[in-house]
């Protein structure tokens, strides 16, 4: 009993002391903390951070001096990049400018006063700064406009590896890498340079890369011939000679995966000036007449050729309504942009390279690929010879009864024409491929009818 009396004794002894110093504390806490607020009245309390920039024990003047200096100063952007020409930029084309006031305001309330005491003691205690981002004006489509217009200068669209063919040689032209801006990044990094005044900014710049690269290429296996035909232009006028050079260059190089179709309309496209066609008879009726781009005929009918003895499959072909000197009946294949194309098919199960070669008035297609098991011979039959009807004409400034022959006539034809497939001496496949009607041309005379 006298135990319990003096160990209650002891705790309200102890419990006294305490009552007693508290307040002592409490009032020393209040002195202090008084006297830490009236120190920093009128500026702002250490450890906050502006953008990086410190601002602590500054008036608000002189913080906004400061800053004025090291950020709201700057009117301009230096941009750079790899393989872009560096440029400078103003911020207001840009459409980014400071909101001077919103930002003092935000420092005034977090830093300074007695709005922003409380996270002054919450650093105190946790010894952490206060980091604040300042507050830009950024009109979005202003910004927008600038990027999408900057973007346009940065694109370079990627360009394939492709082959060169020159003769029976090929070779490999390596690919080029593309590139393009990245817009969002930049975007990102032009706010960051203006709200922390480094005074430029770094293009990014991302890669595009090509389909096409030389390793693919070269995993083709085309550098070989399977198949050539050629055919006579030494007779040729200069301006048809002129434009056979044009196709078979729009040609030479043409790369045909497994399945794929060529068409001559889409990969030669049509004749005009601004591609450096010259006029040269072209069939129209049953004459000749000048045309631009004449002699692209005799391109598509020894294309034709290549393809048939490469044993592709033929998908539209058309035969001139005239028989024409550079190759038989039936082996024509006429073009006429928009009416009349060629079309072939890929049919084998490799890629197939087309060259085309205009050289000693000979031109020749040659088709690169892994070699032929079977081989290809082209037969004609059923030839029926249409011969060519007699016009006359009377005219009056020839003697009475005599003749004078205008213009020659030339015989039609009638024509079967079979793609013939062997293995060996083996007969594997005949294909009829066409059964086609040339126009006979009348030939014209004229007949004295004067005194």
Not at 231 to 251: C, F, K, W, Y
Not at 255 to 268: K, N, Q, Y
Not at 375 to 386: A, G
Request: glycine share 10%; net charge positive.
């Amino acid at each position: 009993m006298i135990l319990k009396e003096r160990l209650a004794g002891a705790w309200r002894h102890k419990a006294a002391r305490v009552l007693l110093v508290l307040p002592a504390l409490l009032v020393i806490a209040a002195i202090a903390l008084g006297a830490d607020y009236c120190c920093y009245r009128g500026k702002i309390y250490p450890g906050i951070y502006l953008n990086k920039i410190s601002l602590g024990s500054l008036s608000l003047e002189e913080a906004e001096a400061r800053l004025d200096a090291k950020l709201w100063s700057m009117e301009k952007l230096k941009l750079s990049g790899a393989g872009v020409e560096e440029m400078t930029i103003s911020l207001s084309e840009l459409g980014i400018s400071w909101d001077r006031d919103e930002t003092m305001a935000l420092i005034r309330l977090a830093g300074s006063g007695l709005q922003g005491y409380g996270g002054r003691l919450r650093r105190l205690w946790t010894r952490s700064p206060l980091h604040l981002e300042g507050i830009l004006n950024v009109e979005a489509g202003k910004l927008q406009q600038f990027l999408t217009g900057l973007a346009r200068q940065v694109e370079k669209k990627p360009q394939n590896a492709r082959f060169i063919v020159k003769g029976e040689d090929v070779f490999i032209e390596k690919e080029i890498n593309g590139r393009y801006l990245q817009v969002r990044l930049l975007q990102k990094r032009l706010l960051d340079a203006v709200l922390y005044g480094r005074g430029e900014a770094r293009l990014p710049i991302g890669v595009k890369q090509p389909e096409l690269t030389a390793a693919k290429l070269a995993g083709y296996g085309v550098d070989r011939v399977m198949v050539a035909f050629s055919t006579n232009v030494s007779s040729s006028i200069p301006n048809r000679v002129h434009n056979i050079g044009l196709g078979a260059d729009a040609i030479n190089g043409c790369l045909l995966a497994p399945g794929e179709i060529f068409s001559f309309e889409e990969v030669v496209g049509e004749a005009s000036r601004e591609k450096g066609y010259r006029e040269a008879p072209v069939i129209v009726g049953n004459k000749l007449v000048p045309g631009l781009g004449g002699g692209l005929c005799q391109v598509s009918s020894t294309l034709y050729n290549a393809a048939l003895l490469a044993n592709l499959e033929i998908i539209e072909r058309y035969n001139h309504s005239l028989t024409i000197g550079y190759l038989p009946v039936g082996r024509d294949a006429s073009i006429s942009i928009g009416y009349a194309d060629l079309k072939f098919k890929n049919t084998r199960n490799h890629h197939i390279l087309i060259g085309a070669e205009l050289k000693e008035g000979r031109l020749t297609f040659r088709l690169f690929g892994r070699p032929m098991e079977e081989r290809v011979e082209i037969l004609s039959s059923d030839i029926v010879r249409v011969e060519p009807p007699v016009h006359y004409e009377e005219s009056s400034a020839l003697p009475r009864g005599e003749e004078k022959l205008v213009e020659k006539g030339k015989a039609g034809y009638y024509v079967k024409t079979w793609r013939v497939v062997y293995k060996g001496d083996e007969e594997i496949s005949r294909e009829l491929l066409s059964h086609d009607y040339y126009r006979p041309v009348p030939a014209v005379y004229r007949v004295g009818t004067g005194d």
